[in-house]
């Protein structure tokens, strides 16, 4: 299916819940669609030795959190790199100065990341339906939330919702091939031979922390956090929420939605 023009959407659910899943089944319905992780925007400017991610190292390696606005600026240059957005203010210290000539070989736009706050410059975002994304990994906060409107509007936030029951079943009855990353279930995609991988043959393992408590925690932090984000998507009238027993339950209604809403009519 053609899109009509660019969409902008923010996956949320729980741990579990298969966001990662819907991503991809989204990803090769809708062709037009691009995936934009946080975490690996971070992973390859840290291997590029970009002077945003020297910074990032930095922050952690005191042990701190790496602050919202380092991965604004992630985004922002991603999105700046593809000419899904712009800016009019003039150029001043350029964060990557790689995906800055690479953007001026490609577009000839002379606008990049400056050094100066985020939310003092005008953007300007591409409404041509190949500027759609999936972001992945931010916003997790209401507060983040507001940061990011100030740079790009989401236009449709998915709330997925599976029953807590579910989702502990499913991490309770989960082995894992490490060296691949092979993922199995023995409720629902049991290996051919238990405590084998198909491929390899090698042993199957359990994830240290997949256990029952550990999860409860995790899904309880999920809910203090992601009510206020929610809502204030909800204020925007971008927020839909479905909801199901099992991803193959879920993507039928997310792919009839989101053609509903970002598909172009056939006339």
Not at 48 to 72: F, H, N, V, Y
Not at 98 to 124: H, R, V, W
Request: aromatic share 6%; glycine share 6%.
């Amino acid at each position: 299916m053609q899109l009509s023009r660019a969409a902008r959407i923010i996956l949320v659910g729980a741990p579990g819940v298969g966001k990662g899943t819907q991503t991809e089944r989204m990803l090769k319905r809708f062709p037009q669609l691009s995936s934009i992780s946080s975490g690996d925007l971070l992973r390859e400017n840290v291997r590029k030795r970009t002077p945003l991610a020297i910074q990032a190292e930095s922050t952690m390696k005191r042990g701190d959190l790496i602050p919202d606005s380092t991965i604004l600026r992630l985004i922002l240059s991603e999105l700046i790199s593809h000419g899904w957005l712009t800016t009019d203010a003039p150029r001043t210290m350029t964060l990557n100065a790689a995906s800055a000539a690479s953007a001026t070989a490609e577009s000839g736009d002379d606008a990049f990341i400056t050094s100066s706050p985020l939310t003092s410059q005008k953007y300007n975002f591409s409404e041509d339906p190949n500027a759609s994304f999936i972001l992945d990994g931010f916003p997790r906060t209401a507060a983040q939330a507001l940061q990011l409107d100030d740079l790009i509007p989401i236009n449709l936030v998915v709330n997925i919702t599976t029953p807590t029951a579910i989702i502990l079943d499913r991490i309770c009855n989960r082995w894992v091939h490490a060296p691949s990353g092979r993922v199995y279930n023995t409720t629902f995609n049991a290996p051919k031979e238990e405590g084998k991988d198909d491929i390899t043959g090698e042993p199957l393992t359990r994830r240290a922390d997949d256990d029952p408590d550990t999860w409860k925690n995790r899904l309880q932090k999920f809910e203090e956090t992601s009510m206020p984000l929610l809502e204030h998507y909800d204020r925007k009238g971008v927020l839909w929420t479905v909801q199901g027993n099992s991803s193959d339950e879920i993507s039928p209604k997310l792919f009839a939605e989101f053609g509903k809403i970002f598909g172009r009519s056939q006339t």
